[in-house]
C-alpha cells in the first residue's frame, strides 16, 4: 500500500511568522512565550517560519492560544489572523 501525503496549509509558515512578528517577539522570545524553550530552539520556529518543517498540532494549539486566535484561523488558508492580535506578549523585567 502506498501512503498519500496529508494536504498542508499552504499559508500556516507566513501566519506563524505574522504572529510572531505581531506579538514583537524574536524566536526565542516566541518559544518562551509560548513555553516551549525546554522543547525548540530558535532553529525549529526557523524552520517552521520558512516552511521546511511544520510544527505539530499540539505547537500549532500553543500558538493558537499564545496569539488569541482560533486554530481554524491557522489551518484554513481562507482565513486571516487578525490586522491586531487579541493577545499580547508578556514582558519581562529588565534589571540594569
Do not use: C
Not at 24 to 53: A, I, K, T
Not at 88 to 94: C, L
Amino acid at each position: 500500500m502506498g501512503q498519500k501525503t496529508r494536504a498542508k496549509p499552504a499559508r500556516l509558515s507566513e501566519k506563524l511568522l505574522q504572529i510572531r512578528e505581531g506579538l514583537g517577539l524574536s524566536q526565542n522570545g516566541l518559544l518562551r512565550h509560548l513555553e516551549l524553550s525546554d522543547q525548540f530552539s530558535q532553529g525549529d520556529v526557523s524552520e517552521w517560519e520558512r516552511e521546511r518543517r511544520e510544527p505539530s498540532l499540539l505547537v500549532l494549539l500553543k500558538y493558537a492560544r499564545g496569539a488569541g486566535v482560533s486554530m481554524d484561523v491557522l489551518v484554513d488558508d481562507e482565513l486571516d489572523l487578525p490586522k491586531r492580535l487579541p493577545a499580547t506578549a508578556r514582558k519581562s523585567s529588565k534589571r540594569n
